[in-house]
Antibody, heavy 120, light 106 residues
């Protein structure tokens, strides 16, 4: 059974940093691209970042470029999101998701999410 | 690429046929997915490449369209279908989502 379990969400002050983790199991993690998608309270979904299978290709939404870094450790079956210079508008539930196809960025499995709150 | 969805919300009864539209600001061929999200839960993939039903999704869900105009249809609404539905364009980066359509009980 495919499982994705996020952790690391917390309350952090504006300008602070946080590192999210996603533990994957039940599939060959190193064979799939992975995504982070977020959802602000009461709002819609926003794609944040993608990473390819070996971590050599990374893509970000413009609003987080230069502040967030996606990475992975295939030996540990883990995905990460390092978030720096956090802003109030980064407050959201962050989902880790498996990208289903190599060429197209739709996600077939999702974690339950971890809440990041940026507030003083 | 910007996506719009209509309506933003709708009220329907069990057994109703429901249609949700997603429009892209430029042509995206068939590179579109649909998700269902219930409150407090992660999104669930329903359809990809505009019309391909994800494994395990009931056949009352169907998708159609190409280019800029797409449709998600629920042929006979069931109690477990009350949720918010999102489209996502898959034509390059960023793979943006539509604003969502909330389907609630009439």
């Amino acid at each position: 059974e495919v499982q994705l379990v996020e952790s690391g969400g917390d309350l952090v002050q504006p300008g602070g940093s946080l590192r999210l983790s996603c533990a994957a199991s039940g599939f060959s993690f190193s064979s799939y691209r992975m995504s982070w998608v977020r959802q602000a309270p009461g709002k819609g979904l926003e794609w944040v970042a993608n990473i390819n299978q070996d971590g050599s290709e990374k893509y970000y939404v413009d609003s987080v470029k230069g502040r967030f870094t996606i990475s992975r450790d295939n030996a540990k079956n883990s995905l990460y999101l390092q978030m720096n210079s956090l802003r109030a508008e980064d407050t959201a539930v962050y989902y880790c998701a498996r990208v289903a196809w190599i060429q197209l960025s739709f996600c077939d499995y999702w974690g339950q999410g971890t809440l990041v709150t940026v507030s003083s | 690429i910007q996506l719009t969805q209509s309506p933003s919300s709708l009220s329907a009864s069990v057994g109703d046929r429901v249609t949700i539209t997603c429009r892209a600001s430029q042509g995206i061929s068939s590179f579109l997915a649909w998700y269902q999200q219930k409150p407090g839960n992660a999104p669930k993939l329903l359809i990809y490449t505009a019309s391909t039903l994800q494994s395990g999704v009931p056949s009352r869900f169907s998708g159609s369209g190409s280019g800029t105009d797409f449709t998600l249809t629920i042929s006979s609404l069931q109690p477990e279908d009350f949720a918010t539905y999102y489209c996502q364009q898959l034509n390059g980066y960023p793979p943006s989502f539509g604003p969502g359509t909330k389907v609630d009980i009439k």
